[in-house]
């Protein structure tokens, strides 16, 4: 197996906010060239995910789908595809240049993720909102049946939390002690029809998810590369404890464009042109567009 | 004609309790979800024998079945156990996204499925459920007819990688099928072999299929009787293979005749061979509280009404 701890991992803070530029770039350039696609969620999450790919997690890109001896990542809010496929292509899971067939006819880079089209690094068709905890749950247990002890991380909208599964879930994750689990909500207090507070109030999650039995760890700082990274190793040292563990990321919705952030109009809109050149030029450092 | 004996009245779900029981030994990987219906679901033998691969929910079945979608990454066959009700239409999008879509290897096991739930009434009685799971792509539905074919059927489904919806009942019905039988996905059974007129049926309905062989006999009119267990993938090829020879068909199922098996071999005929067909399902209704008999009757679904439906159907060939 060829994991990335020795191997990819990057090595210096540097070098990963290297790839959070690229990443953006790879985000804004994709949802321009089809005219949709969700930008703003996805540039808030960027440093979240490139930290998990680039500097947590130890995964194969070589792809199995069963994931043995492997942490695993699912992404429950499936619109913000867009810097998922980025990351796993700058992983290595499949060519760079595949991400120019993003929701384009015959595309293994569906809308939302799916395993249908034989996408490596996806597990699991996310987009329909609500799911990806339980799932992440499942597949949580079934590593400890297998003796497996990596870690199962997901990812989930502070907005999806307005699905009742996700409280199922969150019931069920601490009744039987699934430790080996570790929920990130992103916290950016926006929705498709306008703040999280004005379509339906989440209250204080912290106090909700602590209720449930949860260990919470804040990241106040959901866009600094230092402090996600602190965050989730946090996290992970809480693991193990026979509490589940959430993270309640805050971000900026379209973080690193300055005319998309904090606001809920770059949800699930394109740019333009002018837009797009720059929003490129707020984010110069390149590792080489696809 | 052939005869078939009733070795004694036994529910079916208590079949997919033995099945399930078998596979706990057999296969490792075979884990259980139950959403608080264990006893109902006969899960009890599998959950007190392998603690550490049953794993019980609550009252919580979009959450279960996710849950189950994410166990088969790592290798294992989850089975999931709860009424037919809500192992589908409450949780149609779970199963939609998370299993069918993403191809995952669950088996969604529905007990209580149909009018023969009985005194609990419509709220539980789902009478949409084969029609429901035969539109998703990728998915197998199987409708087995007694304890035996339960228990064949669900250790059969252990073996066959994808998505399956297993369903299967509450009251004790005649067990007639052979035990230790081997269950083939797919493939049709004929029971009894006829010149006349042709009757498929599946589920509860395959015993009053014979029984209304057996009336038809004796007015000397010879009925082919084919189970058909498999809804999705259909054995299109024995169903033409019969009606080539009979010219006509009845189908028999305890669900509504919109979306059920009679629409798919209605579809099936309508592409290959055109053939009178009448329907013996529930019509498009809700059902009710009452014992099963009395609900199989009300709504015509018994061997009276399918050899009226067959001497009907004969008389519109050409």
Redesign the interface.
């Known amino acids: 197996m060829r994991l990335l701890t020795n191997f990819y991992k990057m090595a210096d803070i540097q070098q990963l906010k290297g790839l959070v530029s690229q990443v953006r770039r790879d985000i804004v350039r994709q949802v321009h060239a089809v005219n949709s696609g969700h930008p703003g969620g996805s540039l808030g999450c960027t440093e979240f995910i490139v930290a998990l790919y680039n500097e947590i997690m130890e995964h194969d890109p070589s792809f199995n ?4 001896n492997e942490d ?1 990542f ?1 992404l429950s809010n499936g619109h913000i595809s867009p810097v998922f496929y980025s990351v796993l292509a700058r992983a290595g899971y499949f060519p760079v240049e595949e991400l120019n067939t993003f929701r384009k006819l015959n595309s293994r880079l569906q809308g939302h993720p ?3 089209e034989g996408l490596p690094g996806v ?6 909102l ?3 905890m ?10 400890k ?2 003796g ?1 002890d990596k870690t199962i991380f997901t990812l989930h909208g502070d907005g999806e939390l307005q699905e ?2 996700n409280w ?2 969150i ?2 994750a601490s ?2 002690h699934v430790d080996n689990l570790i929920a990130t909500i992103d916290v950016n207090g926006q929705q498709i029809d306008g703040s999280t507070d004005t379509v339906l109030a989440l209250g204080d999650l912290r106090k909700k998810f602590e209720a449930f039995g949860w260990e919470v760890v804040t990241v106040a700082k959901g866009n600094d590369m230092e402090s996600v990274i602190s965050g989730i190793k946090e996290a992970i040292s809480l693991s193990r404890k026979r509490k589940p563990i959430c993270i309640l990321l805050h971000t900026v919705m379209g973080h690193g464009v300055d005319f998309m952030m904090g606001s809920h109009e770059w949800h699930g809109i394109a740019p333009n042109d002018e837009q797009l050149a720059e929003a490129l030029k707020q984010n110069p450092e390149t590792l080489g567009d696809y | 004609m052939k005869t078939y004996t009733n070795t004694g009245n036994k529910d079916t779900r208590s079949g997919f309790g033995a099945g399930l029981a078998q596979l706990g030994k057999s296969n490792e990987n075979v884990v259980a979800l139950c959403a608080d219906l264990t006893g109902s679901l006969k899960m009890n033998a599998f959950a007190d024998a392998h603690p550490d691969r049953f794993f019980q929910v609550g009252i919580a079945e979009a959450n279960m079945m996710s849950i189950a979608a994410g166990m088969t990454i790592g290798g294992k066959i989850p089975f999931t156990g709860t009424f037919a009700n809500f192992s589908t239409g409450r949780v149609y999008d779970q199963i939609r996204q998370s299993i069918a879509y993403s191809d995952k290897n669950v088996k969604i096991c529905a007990s209580h499925s149909g009018l023969t739930l009985g005194e609990d009434g419509a709220t539980h009685q789902i009478l949409e459920d084969i029609g429901l799971m035969k539109m998703l792509p990728g998915m197998t539905v199987i409708n087995t007819c007694d304890y035996n074919q339960t228990k064949a059927a669900t250790l059969a489904i252990a073996d066959y990688h994808g998505p399956v919806y297993l369903r299967f009942g509450r009251p004790k019905v005649a067990n007639f099928t052979p035990d230790n039988d081997v269950f083939e996905i797919g493939k049709a059974v004929q029971l009894q072999e006829g010149t006349d007129v042709t009757i498929v049926a599946t589920g509860h309905l395959v015993w009053e299929a014979l029984e209304a062989a057996k009336e038809l006999n004796e007015k000397g009119i010879s009925a082919e009787v084919i189970n058909i267990h498999t809804i999705k993938p259909l054995d299109e090829e024995a169903i033409i293979k019969s009606v080539k020879k009979t010219g006509c068909i009845v189908t028999a199922e305890e669900h509504n005749y919109l979306g059920g098996l009679g629409e798919s071999v209605a579809r099936t005929l309508a592409q290959h061979i055109p053939t009178p067909q009448e329907f013996v399902a529930t019509q498009d209704t809700f059902g009710e509280s009452g014992t099963p008999a009395q609900l199989l009757e009300k709504y015509g679904l018994n061997a009276e009404n399918i050899a009226a439906k067959a001497e009907k159907v004969i008389k519109r060939k050409k």
Do not use: C, P, W
Request: glycine letters at 18%; hydrophobic letters at 35%.
């Open positions: 789908m069963d994931g043995k695993l699912f799916t395993t249908h597990r699991i068709a996310s987009g329909s609500g799911q990806g339980s799932v992440g749950i499942g597949a949580a247990l079934t590593k049946v297998n497996d009742g599964q199922e879930a019931m069920y009744a039987n």
